[in-house]
Every structure is written in C-alpha cells, then in structure tokens.
C-alpha cells in the first residue's frame, strides 16, 4: 500500500481565500484523523471520523473550518475563508480498528501558508 | 487522558541504547501508554504501546513501571536515522492521542 496520501503537499495562498485539503487514507482502515502541527501549539487533533462519519470535531478551531469524508478512500479539510494564523502543517492519519496495534499511520502533511 | 512529562530534549550516542522516560503518574487502570516519533518534515510514526506488561517488537522495547506511574522507551542500539521527536501519550484509545511538546532525541555520532 502506498500508505496514507495528501495533497498538496506545499499549498500559499492569500488571506480570504478558500483552501481545500485531500486525503487518502489507507485502504481497508476504518478511521480517518486531521491533525494541525504549529511550533506555538504542537500536534493538535482537529477532527476524526469513523466509517465516513465525524465523531469528535472539538478541535476544530472555529467555523472557517470544515472537514468531509464522503467516502471510504477520500477526505477533505476546507479552511474558507483562510487567514494568515491557518498557517501550519496539517496532517492526516488513519488507522484500523481491528488492527493488531491500533496504531495511526500518518501522511506527510501539506504545509500551507496564508499570506 | 492523563498527562505526560518527559525531558525537552536529550543526547544519545550512536550504537548504544537509548534510554527515554516517561512520567504519567495520573494514569488511569485503563489508559495505555503509546509512543510516537516525528522525524523533521515527516508525519509522526508509531513505535510501540502498552497496558502493564513490558512489550517489545522490532524497533523498541517499552518498560513499564510495576505502579505504572512512569516508563521507559529502549532504543537498543541507536543509529542516526533515529533523531527524531519521540512522544509519549496516555490515553484510553488511539482515537485521542494528545502529542505534547515530547522529547527531542539527537544520536550523536
């Protein structure tokens, strides 16, 4: 398996404008989890889902945000409109629940900056 | 979840053990132990996890203290390749991994 895939991986844009997030997860894994990293803030959890559904999205910063999985290989992390504090990696990761460890297999991030 | 306290940072010199701890003295009788790394630039990798019982697989060795208050990431033989932000997190599942600030690892040749 290729592992969890993201695009783009580098995204700069100006502020106010919308900006779109892609993630594929592992195929066959069951969760789906948008993180932000920031040097001020660390690794924060911003959302995760379970079979397409969102279950916890306390993380998400305010309503600018929003996150989609309408399916099972496919999710999107829309910011809109963006402002200049969205810049940060933002990862994807996911996991199996049947799996031996649970563990979350992340991506490689897409760096954005908002100017 | 309970929190965590590890060092900000630490030194290893390359071919030897490496030795990471891990206070949680707050944890709970059914919160696991996890550890995570974060290599520059890349999304953070799983390295191990566990309950009560010391576990070991092929990239590390977990010491878990008898009252589970603290514990300990063996690296075996450290290598360069294992620089890296090594986290430690105690939750209940993996769904809610809090990552910290964690422990900035350097193998020094």
């Known amino acids: 398996d290729a592992g969890v895939i993201q695009s783009p991986r580098h995204e700069v844009t100006e502020m106010g404008q919308e900006v779109t997030l892609r993630c594929k997860p592992i195929?066959?894994?069951?969760?789906l989890f948008w993180y932000r990293q920031t040097m001020m803030r660390g690794l924060e959890l911003l959302i995760y889902?379970?079979?397409?559904?969102?279950?916890?999205d306390s993380g998400m910063p305010e309503d600018r945000f929003s996150a989609k999985m309408p399916n099972a290989s496919f999710s999107t992390l829309k910011i809109q409109p963006s402002e200049p504090r969205d810049s940060a990696v933002y990862f994807c990761?996911?996991?199996?629940?049947?799996?031996?460890?649970?563990?979350?297999?992340f991506g490689p991030g897409t760096r954005l900056t908002v100017t | 979840d309970a929190k965590t306290t590890q060092p900000p940072s630490m030194d290893c010199a390359e071919g030897r053990a490496a030795n990471l701890p891990c206070n949680h003295s707050?944890?709970?009788?059914?919160?696991?132990v996890y550890w995570y790394r974060q290599i520059h630039s890349q999304g953070p990798q799983y390295i191990i996890h566990g309950l009560k019982n010391n576990e070991t697989n092929e990239m590390a060795s977990l010491i878990i203290t008898e009252d589970r208050k603290s514990s300990t990431l063996i690296l075996p033989h450290a290598t360069l390749r294992d620089t890296a932000v090594y986290y430690c997190?105690?939750?209940?599942?993996?769904?809610?991994?809090?990552f910290g600030k964690g422990n900035q690892v350097v193998v020094i040749p």
């Open positions: 195929s066959g894994h069951d969760y």
């Open positions: 990761a996911s996991s199996y629940s049947r799996g031996k460890n649970y563990e979350q297999y």
């Open positions: 889902f379970n079979n397409n559904v969102p279950i916890d």
């Open positions: 997190i105690v939750s209940y599942g993996n769904n809610r991994l809090a």
């Open positions: 707050t944890i709970s009788g059914n919160e696991y």
